[in-house]
């Protein structure tokens, strides 16, 4: 609809031809007979134009092209300059359907030719300076929006593709630890199960054994499960900005968010955030992005990760701030998923503060101490 509205909107400028039909002098034969030539035009145009997505053979365009360039040609030269206008829809048309490589040269060649018809035209020299430029520019113009079409639909592909990858590798990773934790685990299991089927019932304590035994593995094993399945869940705040901006994105919302953790972080020994201190600011962060989305009716929001000393020692603090009209719910009460993050950050030893931002808007703030050992 949007391509169609657009579309429409250049085709106003056929107005000079349809005024010519309509006040030009012209019998009607010569009427009906250009109003015919014009209608074909302007759906050979529409069929090339709206196309653009598609890949059609260069050679099909070719010859499309040059039904256009002889419509309007014939129709210039029998009707009088001002269907000279139609030389820019060729141009479009020749840069919005063909390769980089062939439309360079077909504008140039519809621009020649609407040269050399307007010389023969009377009169037709007087319209050329004002039809060269558009001819030339609106082109080249749909050669440039041609390329970008493409690169856009490119980038499209490459994005599923990689987003398909990288469920792949979760999913492989996903089985490489499962087997990792339970592969060791159910193969003692069934083999302290056959001991202790083999040992009844002549050997009742030492088949009590292997039972005490396999219960301590399963035990073991539901631990490890738990354990994996916990660090599958926790958040980071790296994913839990590319998910914010991608929603902030979808709601409409401009974005104003960091690329990645502020660059003198006082790291762990590792050289990782603690992994305490990061899950707390990433459901702070979710939780901020979803009532901003959901409930504030912003147009702009913004997000800080900056490190501060405080008296207590050095903080990682987390600020989102949009202005919206109506706050993303209203002031911090229970129900609506602040007290759940001011237990999350009281945890760790950090803290939550969240209300209006200046006359519209509101902001939330979420600190946690870097020092976690002394802090909770």
Request: glycine share 10%; with cysteine.
């Amino acid at each position: 609809m949007v391509k169609a509205l657009w579309i429409s909107i250049w085709l106003f400028y056929l107005s000079a031809p349809v005024t010519d039909l309509i006040s030009g002098g012209h019998s009607l034969g010569v009427r009906l007979l250009g109003g015919l030539g014009l209608a074909a035009f302007v759906a050979w145009y529409l069929v090339l134009v709206f196309r653009t997505a598609r890949r059609m053979p260069v050679r099909r365009v070719l010859i499309s092209l040059a039904v256009l360039a002889a419509q309007a040609t014939i129709l210039s030269l029998t009707l009088g300059r001002e269907w000279l206008v139609l030389f820019v829809y060729v141009a479009i048309s020749s840069g919005a359907a063909l390769p980089a490589e062939y439309s360079r040269w077909t504008v140039l060649g519809t621009t020649a030719l609407l040269a050399v018809t307007a010389n023969a035209v009377p009169g037709g020299t007087a319209y050329l300076a004002g039809l060269l430029i558009p001819a030339l520019m609106g082109g080249f113009a749909m050669v440039g929006i041609r390329a970008m079409i493409r690169t856009t639909m490119e980038l499209r592909e490459a994005r599923a593709t990689v987003a398909q990858l990288a469920a792949n590798e979760e999913r492989l990773r996903m089985a490489r630890d499962l087997h990792d934790l339970l592969g060791h685990s159910l193969s003692l299991i069934t083999l302290k199960s056959e001991l202790a089927g083999r040992m009844l019932p002549g050997q009742p304590e030492a088949a009590a054994q292997q039972v005490a035994d396999i219960e301590r593995v399963s035990r073991q094993a539901l631990v490890d499960v738990r354990e994996a399945v916990s660090g599958y869940r926790r958040p980071t705040l790296p994913g839990e900005l590319a998910g914010a901006r991608t929603a902030l994105a979808a709601a409409g919302v401009v974005a104003d968010l960091p690329v990645d953790l502020p660059a003198d972080l006082p790291a762990e020994p590792s050289g990782e955030l603690p992994e305490e201190a990061e899950s707390a600011l990433a459901w702070s962060l979710r939780e901020a992005v979803t009532n901003v989305v959901r409930h504030s009716g912003a147009k702009r929001c913004r997000v800080t990760l900056e490190t501060r000393q405080t008296l207590d020692g050095p903080v990682l603090e987390l600020t989102v701030t949009d202005d919206g009209p109506g706050g993303p719910g209203g002031p911090a009460a229970p129900g609506n998923g602040l007290t759940g993050l001011t237990e999350r950050l009281a945890a760790v030893g950090g803290s939550l503060s969240a209300g209006p931002a200046g006359r519209t808007g509101f902001a939330l703030t979420a600190r946690v101490p870097l020092a976690l050992g002394s802090g909770s």
